[in-house]
Each structure stands twice: as structure tokens, then as C-alpha cells.
């Protein structure tokens, strides 16, 4: 079996000194969705953040391509082929949708690379290439994430990483925007998903790891956890 993706061993990881983050250890392997899930505050998306090089952890090691890249700082991680779209879609607010997207792209120089990718992401999202010449601020929050989503989709990653694509979407529109990252797979992005409704992100999903408070609690088939009493009854309600 050739060797994962990306490979998390034993990180561990602060705020100001205080462990947030107490031996998270989890693989992705090419061609998957794997979704981190569990309840708001649990470490969730510190792990993304230090995965994507925004935070550095104090142990532990994130190794990509088979190559350790625990201190590598964000913006070099983008050209090593992870793109990260953090919780709150964080687009640039005042600028086109366009403008947006062509910022996702900055690492590269050729324009008609770019156009070709803009054609890309617009056949994932046809609303965005109707909306392209729209201020961000002024879409609905769904077609906002979507914006996100296809701005990370413009680095031409080989892992897209997607942290609360859910948060303040309605219900219907989280379906949509879960469809879209089913279909970003099946184009061929690995992607690693965190995500506090458990059972959408399972149902897109391959395999899964829960955490709790900062450790892996349970990982397994998507199928297994969703299957698993322990993890509907604890986030499903069930």
C-alpha cells in the first residue's frame, strides 16, 4: 500500500502556552473524502489551522507527500498543494467574485492558466460565473461558501481542506454545498473535511475520526460511525 497523503502523528498543539490540542493522530489518503467531526470546541479546527501552517504545533508531526511539513509557514503550503478554506469563508468582502477567485490563483502567472481554471470552477458553480462581476458581500451566505470553496479550488490543489462549510447555512443549502465537494472528488481533490453536522459530512465522506476535547475518541469507515451508537448518540440525537 502506497504511503497516505497526508500523515498526522501524535500533534499536539497551544494557545499561549495552554494544550488545546493532546496527541491527534489521523491519514488521509489520495482520492478520499475523510471527514474530522465532532461538537463545536473540540479541536477541530486547530487542527486544520495547524495542518495548513497557520499555527505551528509543540509535538507531534504533519508530514504531506511524504515529506515533514510541521513548520512550513501557509503560503508555502499552498504552492506544496494544500489549499485551506477556513470556518467563516473569509473572502475579501468589497471585491468581485472574480476578483476573489483570481486571488486563489495568485501563485501562478500564466493568464491563460487562470482563465482556464476560472472555466473549472465555473462549471462546478455556474452561479458564480453569472454572479462574477458581483460584489462578495452582497451574495447570499450559500453562494458565498461557494465562492469560498472554488476560490481554494483555484491553486489546483492536490488537498483541498475545508473547515464548517456549514456554519450559518440553512439546512437545504448545506445539502447543495456537500453535493458540490462529492463532485470536487470525483474530479480527483482529495479532500479533508471538518465539519459539526456529523451525519452530512459522514454521508459524503469515506472514513472518519471524532474528536473530543482535543484527542481522537473513534475512526472508522464513514459507514461504521454512522452505524456506531456512541456517535448518534452523542451528535445525531438519536
Known amino acids: 500500500m502506497s504511503e497516505p497523503m497526508l500523515q498526522v502523528q501524535d500533534l499536539r498543539c497551544a494557545y499561549d502556552g495552554v494544550p488545546v490540542i493532546f496527541g ?25 489551522r495547524t495542518i495548513a501552517g497557520l499555527m505551528h504545533p509543540v509535538g507531534g508531526s504533519v508530514r504531506f507527500l511524504g515529506a515533514d511539513v510541521s513548520r512550513v509557514p501557509a503560503n508555502q503550503m499552498i504552492r506544496r498543494g494544500i489549499s485551506y478554506v ?26 491563460a492558466s487562470v ?9 462546478l458553480f455556474p452561479v458564480l460565473k453569472a454572479r462574477s462581476a458581483q460584489i462578495a458581500e452582497t451574495m447570499s451566505g450559500g453562494e458565498q461558501q461557494m465562492c469560498a470553496i472554488a476560490r481554494g479550488l483555484m491553486s489546483r490543489p492536490q ?18 454545498v456537500l453535493e458540490a465537494v462529492a463532485e470536487i472528488n470525483r ?40 452505524d456506531s451508537e456512541e456517535v448518534r448518540k452523542a451528535y445525531m440525537g438519536m
Open 24 to 48: 491527534v493522530s489521523l491519514e488521509v489518503n489520495r482520492g478520499e473524502i475523510v471527514a474530522i467531526v465532532g461538537a463545536n470546541g473540540a479541536g477541530k479546527s486547530t487542527t486544520m
Open 86 to 111: 477556513p470556518e467563516g469563508r473569509r473572502l475579501f468582502a468589497k471585491l468581485s467574485v472574480r476578483e476573489n477567485l483570481e486571488l486563489g490563483a495568485f501563485a501562478e502567472k500564466d493568464r
Open 115 to 123: 482563465a482556464e481554471r476560472l472555466e473549472e470552477v465555473f462549471s
Open 159 to 176: 488537498l483541498l481542506m475545508l473547515d464548517e462549510l456549514s456554519l450559518g447555512l440553512m439546512p437545504s443549502l448545506v445539502e447543495k
Open 187 to 226: 474530479r480527483g481533490v482529495t479532500v479533508l473535511l471538518v465539519e459539526q453536522m456529523v451525519q452530512e459530512a459522514l454521508e459524503i465522506a469515506h472514513r472518519g475520526y471524532v474528536i473530543q476535547t482535543g484527542r481522537m475518541v473513534q475512526s472508522g469507515s464513514a459507514k461504521d460511525l454512522l
